[in-house]
T-cell receptor, first 114, second 113 residues
Framework: GNSVTQMEGPVTLSEEAFLTINCTYTATGYPSLFWYVQYPGEGLQLLLKATKADDKGSNKGFEATYRKETTSFHLEKGSVQVSDSAVYFC?????????????FGSGTRLLVRP | GAGVSQSPRYKVAKRGQDVALRCDPI?????LFWYQQALGQGPEFLTY????????KSGLPSDRFFAERPEGSVSTLKIQRTQQEDSAVYLC???????????FGPGTRLLVL
């Protein structure tokens, strides 16, 4: 079946540090891949997405590359800020049946200290 | 324009009570989704509407859960005879079409005592 596995948190970094949050997936065909972010007290927001192999999604300094060969979609940012503290969810939508259905990982909490 | 709104934001219910959770999608969005998010977990799909038609209800955990969208806009998720395991955040999302970006509401946090 389809599933998403992401690294457990919390991840604690100092401001301006480099961030990587690992995400791998299991799916048939070519799913679309997403990173959503949930800031404290707010709803889920789409951060970035990629819909085919080797695509790079980017937004607000974050980026992730769709790697079919390693079934991965790791989230990176070169220099994190305190305001990036949030919970990050990796997700996919299947390429075939139920292509509308978002399947999420369990989330990774990021805490950035000043 | 306005985003997806949900009400109530918080709901405390006694075990065995019925609850109704409301979702107002973004105007003009054809597709509407409900997800359940347990504490410390990612959201899990419950059900999907295209306009007023419920096309997928495979994620509803039991027949105590029922969702409707009678006029193709506002949706209600009803849980009958609530149990403690129903305690979770219930998220609603809408999209312009079924494979477009899903926009999420703030969620309703349900606590069953």
């Amino acid at each position: 079946g389809n599933s998403v596995t992401q690294m457990e948190g919390p991840v604690t970094l100092s401001e301006e540090a480099f961030l990587t949050i690992n995400c791998t997936y299991t799916a048939t065909g070519y799913p679309s891949l997403f990173w959503y972010v949930q800031y404290p007290g707010e709803g889920l927001q789409l951060l970035l997405k990629a819909t085919k192999a080797d695509d790079k999604g980017s937004n607000k300094g974050f980026e992730a590359t769709y790697r079919k060969e390693t079934t991965s979609f790791h989230l990176e940012k070169g220099s994190v800020q305190v305001s990036d503290s949030a919970v990050y969810f990796c997700a996919l939508t299947p390429s075939m049946d139920s292509s509308y259905k978002l399947i999420f990982g369990s989330g990774t909490r990021l805490l950035v200290r000043p | 324009g306005a985003g997806v709104s949900q009400s109530p934001r918080y709901k405390v219910a006694k075990r065995g009570q019925d609850v109704a959770l409301r979702c107002d999608p973004i105007s003009g969005h054809v597709s509407l989704f409900w997800y359940q998010q347990a504490l410390g977990q990612g959201p899990e799909f419950l059900t999907y509407f295209q306009n007023e038609a419920q096309l997928d209800k495979s994620g509803l955990p039991s027949d105590r859960f029922f969702a409707e969208r009678p006029e193709g806009s506002v949706s209600t998720l009803k849980i009958q005879r609530t149990q403690q395991e129903d305690s979770a955040v219930y998220l609603c999302a809408s999209s312009l079409a079924h494979r477009e970006t899903q926009y999420f509401g703030p969620g309703t946090r349900l606590l069953v005592l």
